[in-house]
């Protein structure tokens, strides 16, 4: 009896240990499958993140080659403002030209007949600009920050005549360079890396190779009138004027400004409708900008570029925002590049 009693404890307790152990292998299984549970949505947060994250690189990647598009086409051959004066036909013989002359393109873009604004309407065009941003600046409310830019945006107006779309765009910084630097960065720039003022809607920098900038008069060393051709469906076209003027203020720091302004005269609006009619061919009448350099001390220039142009609607007048800000980003970007291969020697 005694030794029944014992085996029947025995068997209790083994009884007992046999259930701790299911107890605690249930207990280990479920646990693992909490944790695997876990795991599982863990990981689908994380590869929901890693699909964003390739997501927005790619965005990225395409922003940026907007941004600094790489030249489809050599452009190292393209002169700057200087050597394009000195190789100009007209310019080196203006005598001859006194009541104008065909100006024809490379890339077999329809001609047309140039007559020679005088000083008086080259100065008289300026002078607006002049007025209008040298001093006293049109106020346009801040709208955010961009790569160390201060962005201005004004709001879209209409014109009195045409009821066109005008966007005006002011985007301003302060950069660690010289101003001689700063200066050269704009006055020794390639004319195939000039901003353009204006450009059609949906219209791609991978097409800037193909744009015609041809200098046709020059009053002064920086005082020029160009054309400029933006080749698509439609040939959008414009005289441009370009004046850079360097200055001295009167607390002894130096002051540069540079200004584009589109122009026209009625003497060549006469001589295109007397012209065949070419309907692939769009002439501007309204678009500008004008950039200001101010010496701050010896490593630092302050930065203000206002730009304006008549646009079709207001994603064109988006678009052209866009096209500005990529301009500035790429000028910095140069400045902070040359900076740096200068600090590494």
């Keep these: 009896e005694v030794q029944a009693k014992k085996c029947l404890a025995t068997l209790n307790e083994n ?5 701790c152990q299911d107890s605690e292998l249930y207990d280990s299984i479920h646990r693992l499958a909490l944790e695997s549970d876990a795991l599982r949505t863990e990981n689908s947060e994380l590869t ?21 598009p790489v030249d489809p086409e050599d452009n190292s051959n393209s002169p700057s403002i200087y050597a394009a004066s000195k190789m100009s036909p007209w310019i080196s013989s203006s005598t001859g030209y006194e009541d104008g002359w065909r100006v024809k393109f490379q890339n077999g873009e329809p001609s047309f007949h ?4 005088s000083k008086a309407e080259y100065d008289a065009v300026m002078k607006t600009s002049d007025d209008k941003f040298a001093t006293r600046r049109p106020l346009a409310p801040v709208v955010g920050r961009m790569l160390g830019w201060t962005v201005h945006k004004a709001p879209l107006t209409r014109r009195s005549t045409g009821n066109a779309l005008i966007g005006h765009v002011r985007l301003s910084t302060r950069v660690r360079c010289t101003f001689d630097e700063a200066d050269a960065s704009v006055s020794l720039t390639k004319l195939s890396e000039w901003p353009l003022l204006v450009t059609p809607p949906d ?20 005082s020029h009138v160009m ?3 933006v080749p698509g469906p439609f040939h959008w076209r414009y005289f441009q004027f370009g ?6 203020q009167s607390n002894g720091k130096r002051l540069l400004t540079c200004s584009l302004k589109v122009a026209d005269s009625e003497e060549n609006a006469r001589s295109r409708t007397a012209e065949e009619p070419q309907p692939d061919v769009k002439w501007i009448d309204e678009a500008g900008a004008f950039m200001k350099f101010t010496e701050v001390d010896a490593t630092t220039v302050d930065v203000t570029c206002d730009t304006w142009a008549c646009c079709e ?19 910095s970007q140069t400045i ?10």
């Design 15 to 19: 009884s007992h240990l046999t259930r």
């Design 48 to 68: 929901k993140k890693l699909h964003q994250r390739e997501r927005f690189q790619s965005i990225v990647q395409d922003s940026a080659f907007d941004i600094f």
């Design 114 to 117: 140039f007559h020679p604004f």
């Design 203 to 222: 219209w791609n920098e991978t097409h800037r190779a193909k744009v015609s900038i041809q200098v046709l008069q020059t009053f002064a060393i920086d």
């Design 227 to 229: 054309v400029v051709n």
């Design 243 to 248: 004046r850079r003027q360097l200055k001295r």
């Design 313 to 331: 609607n207001e994603l064109h007048a988006r678009q052209f925002f866009i096209r500005w800000a990529q301009f500035a980003c790429r000028w």
């Design 336 to 345: 902070m590049v040359s900076n740096l291969i200068e600090g590494e020697g």
